[in-house]
T-cell receptor, first 114, second 113 residues
Framework: QQQVKQSPQSLIVQKGGISIINCAYE??????FPWYQQFPGKGPALLIA?????SEKKEGRFTISFNKSAKQFSLHIMDSQPGDSATYFC?????????????FGKGTKLSVKP | DAGVTQSPTHLIKTRGQQVTLRCSPK?????VSWYQQALGQGPQFIFQ???????QRGNFPDRFSGHQFPNYSSELNVNALLLGDSALYLC????????????FGQGTRLTVV
């Protein structure tokens, strides 16, 4: 079964700290791994994404680490800020004949304390 | 440049009724996907449209149907509403069917009473 398992369910971090969210997948055919940020009452917004040909991608304070052999990937938020407080979703997708749909994890609610 | 727009933003329906949700994709995008997001859960894929046809479908019953118009906008229809259909319905668009980068609208919050 195609699944993406995300942990932790919730996370509290002090301002300036590092937030780390982990995801694991099962289907080795997945070839696109995005992270989405969602604020209450809003739709998910693409934050950063990675393909399996690289082990790490960094954009500003956000970094994805990817471990193909372990079938795991993680999001690191450096210097976390109160404005980063949101729900974060990992997802996976693949080209199954045509464009693959996104399979989401269950989300991590991040709270950054001032 | 307008992003993905959805209407209405909120909707309350009674069990057994039918509902139609609407989506306009981001400018330059021709592929639209619909997702259902239950409270506290990640979005779940319902189906995808391009070239005015349903191309992929997730694990949703036939009560869920859709349409794509020549201008690439799309509708999601749900018949015989159940209480369990209460959720945030999200529309996502992408440049074409090969592009995995999806942009989401703000969603329609459907409450079935």
């Amino acid at each position: 079964q195609q699944q993406v398992k995300q942990s932790p369910q919730s996370l509290i971090v002090q301002k300036g700290g590092i937030s780390i969210i982990n995801c694991a997948y099962e289907n080795t055919a997945f070839d696109y791994f995005p992270w989405y940020q969602q604020f209450p009452g809003k739709g998910p917004a693409l934050l950063i994404a990675i393909r399996p040909d690289v082990s790490e991608k960094k954009e500003g304070r956000f970094t994805i680490s990817f471990n193909k052999s372990a079938k795991q990937f993680s999001l690191h938020i450096m210097d976390s800020q109160p404005g980063d407080s949101a729900t974060y979703f990992c997802a996976a997708s693949y080209y199954g004949g045509s464009q693959g749909n996104l399979i989401f994890g269950k989300g991590t609610k991040l709270s950054v304390k001032p | 440049d307008a992003g993905v727009t959805q209407s209405p933003t909120h909707l309350i329906k009674t069990r057994g009724q039918q509902v139609t949700l609407r989506c306009s994709p981001k400018s330059g995008h021709d592929t639209v996907s619909w997702y259902q997001q239950a409270l506290g859960q990640g979005p779940q894929f319902i189906f995808q449209y391009y070239e005015e046809e349903e191309r992929q479908r997730g694990n949703f019953p036939d009560r869920f149907s859709g349409h794509q118009f020549p201008n690439y906008s799309s509708e999601l229809n749900v018949n015989a509403l159940l209480l369990g259909d209460s959720a945030l319905y999200l529309c996502a668009s992408s440049r074409d069917r090969w592009d995995t980068e999806a942009f989401f609208g703000q969603g329609t919050r459907l409450t079935v009473v």
